[in-house]
């Protein structure tokens, strides 16, 4: 910020009635030059702390003059309006918007130029406007000669391409209103047309493409055979007669000559057959197997009433389910394996001689062992085994699951902690049994269920190994 004027006649020495010194004065004039000093002071521009911003307005015209100012010093003029400009004595006329498209503005507005329009030209130094019919008549004139080009104007519009729709005998190129273009100097030679179409046939590198033709004739003739019956002579190599009088016997004509008999309905019956040669081959005999995993989805050939079909298995399966009905000597007949009535008795019977049953009286021969089960949580599941062992570690709740009645076993329980012992509900056991049991040692306990629900326990007293 700049200095500001600060009045240094603080005693008030200037004043009516007062001596007035010199130096009084001349304080006052060194702080005023500060405040205006271009460097230091002031800028009196409107920023705040700058001092009151000091209005040009009102300036009388021409009070500044050329004179006032120094021609060898740029000067700055912010925000100045003019109402016009001289230079030379001469006024400039153009508007703001038209001087700033000279200075590289990049926008551009859409104009239908016309003959009376002007483009600014340099003249030899002298920037001129310039009618665009200037313009056409200098481009004209420079282009009547082309380099290298000997051919007349006549000449050039021969190959001149008329507008569509407009033929002309005189020109050798015409278009037509749909675009086609035509060649009127008749037949033409030496052409070489590398691509395109002609008709909508392609032409190829060097030669013609595939070819969509509504009609062909060689030598005059219409050739009014199908591209499919034209397709039957691909690879003949020779005369197709002759082949067939080779494989026949004299002039071949009818398919007799060929050794063939069929009738012409008989060979009809092949028609729109799409069986390949294998499986043609399998109907006649074929002796070769493929292993297959049948599935409902697959077929068989059955015929129905004098018609093929294939039926899917599913159906012979229905077919088989409902009808069949098989007899005892059918199933003799499938071999030693298939039981039937006949050997229960005599062959099922021999088999059954060493087979326990559960409905009869039994009598054991050798003897019988269970397995033994270990269970020291004092918990035994009837379904695991008869015979247990059991070793708490704690105390233990006598209990059973499973339950079947009739059941009936042996529990070895090994107390020699000892642990407390109790029992479950539905189990029962002689006070004294209990209070035995609850005793370090060795016993032998024996259960029986009756009836599917309760249990009931005898124990032995403590077991001592003999010596």
Same mark, same amino acid.
């Given at each position: 910020?700049g200095?500001?004027?600060?009045?240094?006649?603080?005693?008030?020495?200037?004043?009516?009635?007062n001596?007035?010194n010199a130096?009084?004065?001349?304080?006052?004039?060194?702080?005023?030059?500060?405040?205006?000093?271009?460097?230091?002071?002031?800028?009196?521009?409107?920023?705040?702390?700058e001092?009151?911003?000091?209005?040009?307005?009102?300036?009388?015209?021409?009070?500044?003059?050329?004179?006032?100012?120094?021609?060898?010093?740029?000067?700055?003029?912010n925000?100045?309006?003019?109402?016009?400009?001289?230079?030379? !004595?001469?006024?400039? %006329?153009? $508007? @703001?918007? &038209?001087? #700033?498209?000279?200075? +590289?503005? *990049? /926008?551009?507005?859409? =104009?239908?130029?016309?003959?009376?329009?002007?483009?600014?030209v340099?003249?030899?130094?002298?920037?001129?406007?310039?009618?665009?019919t200037?313009?056409?008549?200098?481009?004209?004139?420079?282009?009547?000669?082309?380099?290298?080009?000997?051919?007349?104007?006549?000449?050039l519009?021969?190959?001149?391409?008329?507008?569509?729709?407009?033929?002309?005998?005189?020109?050798?190129?015409t278009?037509?209103?749909?675009?086609?273009?035509?060649?009127?100097?008749?037949?033409?030679?030496n052409?070489?047309?590398?691509?395109?179409?002609?008709?909508?046939?392609?032409?190829?590198?060097?030669?013609?493409?595939?070819?969509?033709?509504?009609?062909?004739?060689?030598? !005059?003739?219409?050739? %009014?055979? $199908? @591209?499919? &019956?034209? #397709?039957?002579?691909? +690879?003949? *190599? /020779?005369?197709?007669? =002759?082949?067939l009088?080779?494989?026949?016997?004299?002039?071949?004509?009818?398919?007799?000559?060929?050794?063939?008999?069929?009738?012409?309905?008989?060979?009809?019956?092949?028609?729109?057959?799409?069986?390949?040669?294998?499986?043609?081959?399998?109907l006649?005999?074929?002796?070769?197997?493929?292993?297959?995993?049948?599935?409902?989805?697959?077929?068989?050939?059955?015929?129905d009433?004098?018609?093929?079909?294939q039926?899917?298995?599913?159906?012979v399966?229905?077919?088989?389910?409902?009808?069949?009905?098989?007899?005892?000597?059918?199933?003799?007949?499938?071999?030693?394996?298939i039981?039937?009535?006949?050997?229960?008795?005599?062959?099922?019977q021999?088999?059954?001689?060493? %087979?326990?049953k559960?409905?009869?009286?039994?009598?054991?021969?050798?003897?019988?062992?269970?397995?033994? =089960?270990?269970?020291?949580?004092g918990?035994?599941?009837?379904?695991a085994?008869?015979?247990?062992?059991?070793t708490?570690?704690?105390?233990?709740?006598?209990?059973?699951?499973?339950e079947?009645?009739?059941?009936?076993?042996?529990?070895?329980?090994?107390?020699?902690?000892?642990?407390?012992?109790?029992?479950?509900a539905?189990?029962?056991?002689?006070d004294?049994?209990?209070?035995?049991?609850?005793v370090?040692?060795t016993?032998?306990?024996?259960?029986y269920?009756?009836?599917?629900t309760?249990?009931?326990?005898?124990?032995t007293?403590?077991?001592?190994?003999?010596?």
């Amino acid at each position: 910020m700049g200095t500001g004027y600060v009045r240094n006649d603080t005693a008030d020495n200037i004043a009516d009635g007062n001596v007035i010194n010199a130096s009084d004065l001349d304080g006052e004039f060194d702080a005023i030059q500060s405040a205006f000093n271009a460097s230091t002071g002031h800028s009196h521009d409107g920023t705040s702390g700058e001092g009151p911003q000091i209005d040009t307005a009102g300036l009388a015209d021409d009070s500044v003059t050329p004179a006032k100012l120094d021609s060898t010093l740029n000067y700055t003029v912010n925000g100045l309006t003019a109402t016009s400009i001289t230079f030379g !004595g001469s006024s400039l %006329t153009p $508007t @703001a918007a &038209e001087i #700033n498209i000279l200075d +590289g503005d *990049t /926008s551009a507005t859409a =104009t239908t130029l016309v003959g009376a329009d002007r483009l600014v030209v340099n003249d030899a130094g002298s920037m001129k406007q310039v009618a665009l019919t200037d313009l056409t008549t200098y481009l004209e004139g420079s282009m009547d000669t082309l380099n290298g080009l000997t051919s007349s104007i006549t000449e050039l519009n021969y190959n001149d391409i008329t507008t569509l729709g407009t033929v002309q005998a005189s020109k050798v190129v015409t278009a037509d209103a749909s675009g086609n273009i035509n060649f009127n100097s008749g037949d033409m030679t030496n052409v070489d047309i590398n691509s395109g179409t002609i008709d909508g046939t392609n032409i190829g590198v060097s030669s013609a493409g595939t070819g969509n033709f509504s009609t062909l004739s060689i030598g !005059g003739t219409a050739i %009014t055979s $199908t @591209a499919t &019956e034209l #397709n039957y002579v691909d +690879g003949v *190599t /020779s005369n197709i007669q =002759t082949q067939l009088d080779a494989k026949g016997t004299g002039t071949v004509s009818t398919l007799s000559d060929l050794g063939i008999n069929a009738t012409a309905a008989e060979l009809n019956k092949l028609d729109n057959v799409t069986s390949s040669t294998a499986e043609f081959n399998i109907l006649d005999g074929d002796t070769t197997a493929t292993s297959t995993t049948l599935v409902d989805a697959d077929r068989t050939i059955v015929n129905d009433a004098g018609v093929m079909k294939q039926v899917a298995m599913t159906d012979v399966q229905t077919y088989v389910n409902a009808n069949a009905s098989i007899t005892e000597s059918q199933i003799s007949n499938l071999g030693t394996s298939i039981v039937i009535t006949s050997d229960i008795g005599s062959t099922v019977q021999a088999y059954d001689a060493d %087979t326990a049953k559960t409905d009869v009286a039994q009598s054991f021969t050798a003897s019988q062992r269970g397995t033994v =089960t270990a269970d020291n949580d004092g918990s035994f599941d009837l379904n695991a085994s008869n015979y247990f062992t059991c070793t708490p570690t704690g105390a233990i709740d006598l209990a059973f699951t499973n339950e079947t009645a009739g059941q009936t076993g042996m529990i070895l329980l090994v107390n020699t902690t000892p642990q407390v012992i109790t029992v479950a509900a539905d189990v029962f056991l002689s006070d004294a049994d209990l209070t035995t049991i609850n005793v370090a040692g060795t016993y032998l306990m024996s259960y029986y269920c009756p009836d599917g629900t309760n249990v009931y326990l005898s124990a032995t007293p403590a077991l001592t190994e003999g010596s």
